[in-house]
């Protein structure tokens, strides 16, 4: 059982090894939707024989060969429009000259604090030195910045104030609804997004409607 075992890892390691020589480096990058169900399904069959003393090597040199095949298939109708467009989707402008597209962001499953947390990892912490924000096929994002990079805080997502994120700006609630009737909104229940940067003011993304940056106020603490 142990020598069976230990076969069909070998033959299980060669026919992976095969097939990403095969299908090219991408699937290592997981590039597209493609890469990601590749990895998945993979992982699955060389899983499921080894750990099946009811299935032999050969169910798995088998299966391995009918998903090479398949996914050759897949691949050479990729040339075609319709169909790259299908497997592989459309990069997103989610972020364009500053002004967020609620519509696309919402529709591509996209949060707040998880976009911001992209953001970062661009090395891009506030709003205001965003130009264009691409959203990629492979759930990347592709930043364009307008100028030097500055500090912000997330004060509002989804309607919810973030009191952590007021505390660490060293503002309080009443501060932020003042600022935000100063600006021409009721209050943060209506708002899907408020960013507030020192020295630059806010960022405010309706629950309906565009987002724009609204300036600095001179409400005190």
Known sequence: MVLGIAVKIIVGMMGVLFFLRISGKTQMAQLTPLDSVNAFVLGALVGGVVYNPDLSVWYMVFALAVWTVVNMLIR???????W??????????????????????????????????????????????????????????????KHNISESFLLV??????????????????WLEKSLKKLGYGGPDDLFWVEWTPGKGFYVAPKEGMARDGGETDVSN
């Open 84 to 145: 790259r467009r299908l497997v592989k989707g459309d990069t997103v402008l989610i972020v364009r000259r500053g002004q967020l597209n609620l519509k696309e962001f919402k529709r591509n499953g996209l949060e707040m604090e998880q976009f911001r947390t992209l953001l970062r990892e661009n090395g891009i912490f506030s709003m205001f030195d965003v130009e264009d924000v691409r959203f990629e096929t492979n759930g990347k994002l592709t930043v364009s910045v």
């Open 76 to 82: 050479y109708l990729l040339r075609f429009r319709v």
């Open 157 to 174: 997502n989804n309607g919810s104030v973030l009191e952590s994120s007021l505390e660490n700006a060293g503002k309080d609630r009443a």
